[in-house]
């Protein structure tokens, strides 16, 4: 964060963004020196590059025309390979992430529970053990079936309880040792091993024939013991990096698995008993599913991409291109925060990081030119969360919706791109407008960099296009991506920050480190994904939605919009969709709406419960940088953040705004609807025609807005006609100037 002596020097000379790359460190992360922090970050970038060596050696006969694997491991068979890169980002996330936060002073070294912890390590090593001897006896001929009592009983015994007693000894002693902020615990090592025991045993079950019996009595009980420590490990990760909210909703999904029988109506599910569940949720169906799947392949490629442009400082840079261009117009910190957000937020896929990233500069200086605490917070949590729908990386949920709807991702980045301008523009107008109020200056020619400065590193933008032009050439995913994560490299030798190997190993290490948080929360993610997949609550859900449209279908779309919303509250946005996605948009197809249609919906909505009182991650953490009251700066954030409700409603309304139609229909459909959140904008901010407006006037404004979002002809011309008139009854009613 910059220090108040920063901020003075700031405004002394240019507004050079510098730590905009600086990944934030958690109250709960720990920090490692000498050989400890070798290895921690040798076991980071291994992880990293062990991803990047993993999709592109699937790839590599498309690279080549030969079919020459990049190591002897390449490729590995799909399931394994997201098994290992779960139990992967167990093992980091538990070296590197506490239990709890860590005091402003380490406490005593050593506690009595480390001696328990290390006791508890046999019983995890023993696990391991037990899985090896299980994998040399398939291999030499056995056949491993459920129903066999002496297989079910060394399962039992020899592997599955000694895991659960370790892992709860891991867990629990995690939360009552005493913290030192430069050592691992011996409970978060256990817990490492656990997660390393639960993906031995899954990959030698799941390589055999007892894939195809998940679900079925014929599933080995080990199946279900490794996926219940599994669960729980993954449960308690995404605790330490994410948070409560998550863990509540995956909570209430697991309790209701086993309770839904006695529970009435749609609510009400079959009977299962929890080997059944557990035999199942670690598969395609739940944990290993789409979430994971996308993870383990884009996800985790773009944060590397992300963390190449940190390494090569492209970020800053792109914080004094905004700043450049747009600080000198009133309210200029606001402007630029809208920029600079947008730029960042659709590559680093989480708005509350984007917050801390961006807003560290952003929300000062906003507070330097007249906003207040609250506003200056607000702006720049709506802005960071905007970045999460700007195409063409949009975060993370591109990919993921991608790979649910199997709908090509070119063609989601080429939809989006009108309800990010639309997003954007709103923003611009509601802060340019709040600027106009309190009659605040841009900032000066000294405190700016210059723009002939900026043009001239214009080719930093250069990964960026590469990436766009190779997915719009045709190629996939994962090529575009290590094409433009190479060319973010290449692009730094013409830079101070040349990178060499030292900087391209610190970014793989930056790109594991990244990694953890959303790897976590998509498996837990996926907990929930294999409940509603196995519960069948989710076409339950689309009855109750289709039984509301047969009322009334636009409260059947308010009804799905809350609960996406409330779904997403307190969780991340990749998580947040998901979840949505599995919920929601189904019951919104059924109802004929386009399948594209409906995941955007639900897909806007989750993203914007990142601002939504009263739980908004968003807001929070840029209450936490401004010293606003997080509540109210939620609630400044949904105000300018309005938009972003009422865009899902506009292209469902009129697909022409996702690119559905006739060129002249999506020019008219865009040109209107901007013109409509301008409207919108003037109407909540209550500015019109260079001064403050009355009531009346406001009112009239809300209607041409709403006139001009619904998308038809005659909707339009009546807005266009209030907005004439509200223009006129405005010069009108203006009190006169006095010679």
């Known amino acids: ?148 009592a002496g297989i079910r009983s060394a399962e039992i015994y020899h592997y599955g309880v000694p895991l659960l007693i370790a892992t709860t000894a891991g867990i629990v002693l995690g939360w009552t040792r005493a913290r030192v902020r430069g050592t691992i615990a011996p409970a978060d090592l256990v817990l490492g091993v656990c997660g390393v025991a639960v993906a031995m045993y899954l990959i030698t079950i799941f390589g055999t024939l007892m894939r195809n019996s998940t679900g079925t009595p ?137 917050v801390v990233a961006t807003g560290s500069l952003t929300i000062p200086l906003m507070k330097k030119v007249g906003y207040k605490p609250t506003t200056a917070g607000a702006v720049e949590a709506a802005a960071s969360t905007g970045g999460q729908i700007m195409p063409p990386i949009m975060g993370a949920g591109a990919f993921i919706m991608a790979e649910i709807t199997g709908i090509p991702y070119t063609d989601i980045a080429i939809a989006a791109i009108i309800p990010a301008i639309l997003y954007f523009v709103s923003i611009y107008f509601m802060v340019d407008f709040e600027a106009a109020k309190l009659g605040m200056r841009g900032m000066r020619e000294d405190e700016l960099p210059k723009v002939k400065d900026m043009i001239r590193r214009v080719f930093l933008f250069l990964p960026i296009i590469i990436l766009i032009a190779a997915l719009f050439m045709g190629y996939s995913v994962i090529r575009a991506g290590t094409l433009a994560t190479a060319s973010a490299a290449v692009v730094s030798w013409f830079t101070p920050y040349r990178m060499g190997i030292r900087s391209v190993t610190k970014a793989f290490e930056l790109a594991g480190i990244m990694s953890i948080q959303i790897i976590a929360v998509c498996a837990c993610a996926g907990i929930i994904v294999g409940v509603i997949s196995l519960t069948g609550v989710g076409a339950r859900f689309s009855s109750v939605l289709l039984n509301i449209a047969e009322t009334n279908q636009l409260m059947a779309l308010f009804f799905a919009m809350c609960i996406a919303i409330m779904l997403g509250m307190g969780m991340p946005t990749t998580a947040a969709y998901a979840v949505a996605a599995s919920v929601v948009a189904p019951g919104l197809v059924q109802l004929g709406i386009p399948l594209l249609t409906a995941h955007f919906f639900v897909f806007y909505f989750a993203v914007v419960s990142a601002i939504t009182p009263p739980v908004a991650l968003a807001s929070y953490a840029a209450a936490g940088i401004s010293g606003a009251n997080p509540m109210a700066t939620s609630v400044a954030s949904f105000k300018i953040g309005i938009s972003a409700f009422i865009v899902p409603f506009m292209f469902f309304y009129n697909g022409a705004i ?53 998308g038809g002809l005659v909707t339009d011309l009546v807005g266009i006609g209030l907005a004439v008139g509200l223009y006129f009854l405005a010069q009108m009613t203006r009190p006169k100037a006095i010679a």
């Open 1 to 148: 964060m910059t220090t108040d002596t920063q901020k003075d020097d700031l405004t002394e000379g240019p507004v050079l963004a510098e730590g905009v790359d600086e990944e934030p460190v958690e109250h709960n992360r720990r920090i490692f020196e000498g050989r400890t922090y070798l290895l921690i970050a040798g076991v980071s970038a291994f992880y990293a590059l062990f991803h990047m060596a993993a999709l592109n050696g699937w790839s590599i006969r498309g690279w080549t025309g030969i079919d020459i694997p990049l190591l002897p491991v390449f490729p590995m068979e799909t399931w394994n390979f997201r098994i290992v890169h779960i139990a992967g980002a167990l093992i980091l996330g538990f070296l590197l992430y506490s239990a709890r936060a860590f005091p402003d002073a380490d406490e005593d070294k050593q506690s009595p529970l480390d001696y328990l912890a290390y006791a508890a390590l046999i019983p995890a090593l023993y696990a391991c053990y037990t899985a090896l001897s299980f994998a040399a006896q398939i291999q030499g001929g056995v056949m491993w079936n459920g129903m066999d």
């Open 658 to 710: 996702l690119m559905d139609g006739t060129w002249p229909e999506i020019i008219r459909a865009g040109a209107t609807a901007v013109f409509g959140v301008f409207l919108l904008s003037s109407g909540v901010q209550g500015w019109w025609v260079g001064d403050r407006a009355a009531w009346p006037i406001r009112i009239g404004l809300l209607l041409a807005a709403l006139c001009m979002i619904a």
């Open 218 to 354: 014929f599933a080995p009980i080990g199946m279900s013991l490794a996926a219940v420590a599994g669960t729980a490990l993954i449960m308690e990760l995404t605790r330490r990096v994410a948070g409560l909210a998550l863990i509540i909703i995956s909570g209430v999904f697991l309790v209701y698995v086993f309770v839904g029988d006695l529970l009435p109506g749609f609510l009400n599910s079959p009977d299962i008993t929890w080997q059944r569940f557990f035999s199942q949720v670690y598969t395609d169906a739940g944990i290993l599913g789409p979430t994971t799947a996308v993870s383990s392949t884009y996800i985790i490629l773009f944060i590397i991409f992300a963390a190449f442009l940190q390494a090569s400082k492209v970020g800053d840079y792109f914080v004094n291109f905004a700043f450049a261009v747009a600080g000198r117009s009133r309210g200029g910190p606001a402007k630029v925060a809208i920029f600079a957000s947008g730029l960042m937020g659709m590559i680093n896929g989480t708005s509350a990081g984007n």
